[in-house]
């Protein structure tokens, strides 16, 4: 082994230095990288990365092996950026795993991976089948084409317990719409437990990227900012792989912001049907669009497939929140946000809305201002009419609207009368009113009260 620099020794570190990586944004610089992590001892260690501009494609399959940078390098105002970047510019800068063995604790402190302006460099970093218990701190990811972070389980081994914190992911080159800044994916056998907490992602100037790309999979975040540019750029959730558990978010404090309230931040492309609670679990803030579409393949089609707008035909809300599936006490739930009655509106057309009983086993209608009343109303738009159900002083209070009355059943025997304490009401077949005192078993089964003329 060469003479180890002074860097080296005061850090007590092995460099990549000592193997013979130049560092110069020419050289490929893979071999000094693979020497360095075989000259570590069989349960790994760490491997100083001094600043420099280093060209690789590194696939690391050793355990325990982390790359400690000297400092992140500055990507904001300046040309070239000190760091990690492609050699060949198909293949990833780094790949975790490949899906012959589990590749367990590796890890990324104080590392920058960056593009330089390498037109078409595709992805950054990848965490392929077997990539166990990786973490990284301190990483940031800038200017790929295709994904600055691709996570996808193998055809053998999981990717599992995946842990980002302090983190930066931005693109800096346009991609198609299929690409993101970041995409996970479940894979042949599974990909679960991605944790990110504190970090940035964004899309950059003119991206056509999503800022994420979430398929059959269900990450976690916490404390992180997302800035998207242009239209249709925020999260995207997809279940390619049919036999995966089921794909959604877990956040909490996560802000999806863009440059226009018309642009698309939250994307559901696995089912028409589904709300946006089925796949967002926790509290998301966005000022933007949400859009519900089933179309996998097509993805700027159907935009009008689910309705969840306001009088301008948008849905613009600094605030987003769902009951947490996980504790049956949670109730609280809520569409739009600060500003006008109308900003908070759920507007279904010709679609349907579902709400099933919590914990006390009712659906609760609440009005918390002490002037105003709770109900329900019932309103056909197409033909003015409208009824309520109003929570008055104590009373349920049914009113119809003009020329209209309250109404039970639909005038013949069905099973189904009008049940005022125990005793039933209801008109047989021949229009006469019939009482009984408990449940009656047919339309004659009571006694007759009157006779309709």
Request: aromatic share 8%; proline share 3%; net charge negative.
């Amino acid at each position: 082994m060469a003479n180890r620099i002074l860097t080296s020794g005061l850090q007590d570190f092995i460099s990549v230095k000592d193997f013979g990586a130049v560092g110069d944004g020419i050289t490929d610089d893979t071999a000094a990288f693979n020497a360095a992590i075989a000259a570590l001892p069989a349960l790994g260690g760490t491997i100083f990365v001094p600043n420099a501009d280093y060209r690789l494609n590194l696939t690391i399959t050793k355990s325990g092996v982390t790359l400690q940078g000297e400092t992140n390098s500055r990507h904001r105002n300046t040309t070239t950026k000190l760091g990690l970047r492609p050699f060949n510019l198909a293949l990833p800068v780094i790949t975790v795993g490949n899906d012959t063995a589990y590749v367990e604790h590796v890890g990324l402190q104080d590392i920058s991976i960056v593009d330089n302006a390498d037109s078409g460099a595709q992805v950054g970093l990848r965490l392929a089948g077997g990539a166990y218990a990786f973490y990284a701190n301190n990483l940031m990811i800038t200017g790929f084409q295709k994904y600055c972070l691709h996570i996808q389980g193998g055809s053998t081994y999981p990717v599992a317990y995946i842990y980002f914190s302090n983190f930066s992911f931005q693109h800096g080159s346009s991609g198609a719409a299929a690409d993101a800044v970041v995409y996970t994916r479940y894979g042949a056998v599974f990909t679960t437990a991605i944790y990110f907490v504190n970090g940035r992602i964004g899309n950059g100037s003119g991206g056509s990227e999503r800022l994420f790309l979430n398929d059959s999979c269900r990450p976690s975040m916490v404390n992180v900012w997302c800035e998207s540019s242009g239209t249709r750029r925020g999260f995207r959730v997809l279940q390619t792989d049919v036999s995966a558990p089921g794909a959604f978010f877990e956040v909490q404090n996560v802000t999806l912001d863009s440059g226009s309230s018309s642009d698309i931040l939250l994307e559901n492309g696995v089912n028409a049907s589904l709300v946006m609670a089925n796949f967002v679990r926790g509290q998301i803030n966005l000022d933007g669009l949400i859009e519900n579409n089933a179309a996998t393949t097509a993805v700027l089609s159907n935009a009008t497939a689910y309705g969840i707008v306001s009088q301008f035909d948008t849905f613009r809300s600094r605030i987003s929140t769902f009951p947490d599936a996980s504790d049956p006490t949670d109730e609280t739930a809520k569409i739009g946000g600060s500003g006008s009655v109308g900003a908070r509106v759920l507007y279904l057309d010709g679609n349907r809305i579902d709400l099933q009983p919590g914990a006390a086993n009712f659906v609760r209608l609440r009005s918390q201002s002490g002037t105003s009343t709770a109900s329900l109303e019932l309103l056909d738009q197409l033909n003015n009419r409208a009824a309520r159900v109003i929570n008055d002083a104590g009373e349920l209070q049914l009113t119809p609207p003009a020329g209209y009355a309250v109404r039970v059943g639909d005038g013949v025997w069905n099973g189904r009368p009008l049940r005022l304490g125990s005793w039933y009401l209801w008109v047989d077949a021949t229009g006469t009113l019939r009482i009984k005192s408990g449940a009656p078993t047919s339309d004659l089964d009571g006694t007759v009260v009157g006779t309709q003329t």
